[in-house]
T-cell receptor, first 112, second 111 residues
């Protein structure tokens, strides 16, 4: 039972580079989420997907794009990384918004 | 701005004491959840309380919800060193599928 798997676990990017964070869940969940966590800021919602084929903006979507490739996978793309995007990124999934969410172990991204 | 705000931001207590942390939120909710995060790790779900419930228990955890005040509290009884972690409330708002988190309370249990 893998749960929610995020890759990579660590990444260093140069300003202006692009990358995609991958997330996959094996629990047949409908809802998937991307959050970023900065010191003292808690978790802020970047994008979410309530079902396959749908995505919606969260609190801090600027500079990011997402793809809900299928029911299992929800990727987060940084087209042109900026130092302000240095953070820990968490993917989560749940059956729906009103049930327990399961989290991946996070991706530590540093943009220099 | 974030939906939830936890209070206090940090709390240190002696092992064996009870720990209480509070969460206030801004909009109507369908439910409120509490999560724990150990340093550098992903969040782990603790308990969910629905908007029509006032109190819920799970082991040493007791959660209350007051929708008229838009607030919730998490009580951890007989604290243990292993309870040292950050605790977050999360809300599912009525009318959309968002799950948004508060800013967290950092709990330290002193052995």
């Amino acid at each position: 039972n893998a749960g929610v798997t995020q890759t990579p676990k660590f990444q260093v990017l140069k300003t202006g580079q692009s990358m995609t964070l991958q997330c996959a869940q094996d629990m047949n969940h409908n809802s998937m989420y991307w959050y970023r966590q900065d010191p003292g800021m808690g978790l802020r919602l970047i994008y979410y997907s309530a079902s396959e084929g749908t995505t919606d903006k969260g609190e801090v979507p600027n500079g990011y794009n997402v793809s809900r490739l299928n029911k299992r996978e929800f990727s987060l793309r940084l087209e042109s990384a900026a130092p302000s995007q240095t953070s820990v990124y968490f993917c989560a999934s749940s059956a729906d918004r009103d049930t327990e969410a399961f989290f991946g172990q996070g991706t530590r991204l540093t943009v220099v | 701005s974030q939906q939830g705000e936890e209070d206090p931001q940090a709390l240190s207590i002696q092992e064996g004491e009870n720990a209480t942390m509070n969460c206030s939120y801004k909009t109507s909710i369908n439910n409120l959840q509490w999560y724990r995060q150990n340093s550098g790790r992903g969040l782990v779900h603790l308990i969910l309380i629905r908007s029509n419930e006032r109190e819920k228990h799970s082991g040493r955890l007791r959660v209350t919800l007051d929708t008229s005040k838009k607030s919730s509290s998490l009580l951890i009884t007989a604290s243990r060193a292993a309870d040292t972690a950050s605790y977050f409330c999360a809300t599912g708002s009525a009318g959309n599928e968002k799950l948004t988190f508060g800013t967290g309370t950092r709990l330290t249990i002193i052995p």
